[in-house]
């Protein structure tokens, strides 16, 4: 895929190629997903993992929750705010949902029951491509940019880690990054997980 192509024509071909999966192949690759997932320790053990619910193709995250629980962690499920940033809330399989302004469930609790984005631990976040130095690209409405952007100048791996979740045809070669992108520390696709701190991406 030339490098030269915009990052708007980037995310319709990547999106489309996602959505010629199969539910068995998207479900298959969901389970492969959770392997790569828990080589890394934080995955495994820190209390608030925040993941979100997959749309449009998305990477599936029931493996995830599933075990979550039986770990006794809390899974967390983004709110778009007013503000434009995203808050995080506890969510349980049959707890309360509501549609969001994107038709996109989250839950349905008091702003007292909501974190902010520094109170989570590990991120689960959605993407439409990514390369090996931690650069993702989204849907291009920039909620995770800004919500996250109190790690732009911290040393990385910082609290939340930030792990990239998608399929393994979504790695892209090069993705340039805008100023105010917030990289990933790790990717995980349904092959790997990869290393994208620093010292493992170059």
């Given at each position: 895929?030339?490098?030269?192509?915009?990052?708007?024509?980037?995310?319709?071909?990547?999106?489309?190629m996602?959505?010629?999966l199969?539910?068995?192949?998207r479900?298959a690759?969901?389970?492969?997903?959770?392997?790569?997932?828990?080589?890394?320790?934080?995955?495994?053990v820190?209390?608030?993992?925040?993941?979100?619910?997959?749309?449009?193709?998305?990477?599936p995250?029931?493996?995830?929750?599933a075990?979550?629980?039986?770990?006794?962690?809390?899974?967390?499920?983004?709110?778009?705010?007013?503000?434009n940033?995203?808050?995080?809330?506890?969510?349980?399989?049959?707890?309360?949902?509501?549609?969001?302004?994107?038709?996109?469930?989250?839950?349905?609790?008091?702003?007292?029951?909501q974190?902010?984005?520094t109170?989570?631990?590990?991120?689960?976040l959605?993407?439409?491509?990514?390369?090996?130095?931690g650069?993702?690209l989204?849907?291009?409405a920039?909620?995770?940019?800004?919500?996250?952007a109190?790690?732009?100048?911290?040393?990385?791996?910082?609290r939340?880690?930030?792990?990239?979740?998608?399929?393994?045809?979504q790695e892209?070669?090069?993705?340039a990054?805008?100023p105010?992108?917030?990289?990933?520390?790790?990717?995980?696709?349904?092959r790997?997980l990869?290393?994208?701190t620093?010292?493992?991406?170059?």
């Amino acid at each position: 895929m030339s490098l030269a192509w915009n990052r708007t024509e980037l995310r319709k071909r990547l999106r489309g190629m996602r959505s010629q999966l199969s539910p068995s192949e998207r479900f298959a690759a969901a389970d492969a997903l959770l392997a790569s997932l828990e080589q890394l320790p934080e995955f495994l053990v820190d209390p608030r993992i925040a993941g979100y619910w997959a749309v449009a193709g998305e990477m599936p995250l029931h493996a995830v929750f599933a075990n979550l629980r039986a770990r006794d962690q809390v899974y967390c499920l983004p709110i778009v705010t007013d503000a434009n940033v995203l808050r995080f809330a506890a969510w349980k399989p049959g707890a309360a949902l509501r549609n969001n302004r994107y038709g996109i469930p989250e839950p349905d609790v008091a702003s007292s029951e909501q974190f902010p984005a520094t109170a989570i631990d590990v991120v689960l976040l959605p993407l439409t491509g990514f390369d090996r130095r931690g650069n993702r690209l989204g849907m291009g409405a920039g909620y995770y940019d800004r919500s996250f952007a109190f790690l732009h100048d911290a040393q990385r791996p910082a609290r939340p880690v930030l792990i990239g979740i998608g399929y393994h045809f979504q790695e892209l070669p090069e993705i340039a990054p805008e100023p105010w992108d917030i990289k990933l520390d790790f990717v995980a696709t349904d092959r790997e997980l990869i290393d994208c701190t620093p010292k493992h991406a170059e």
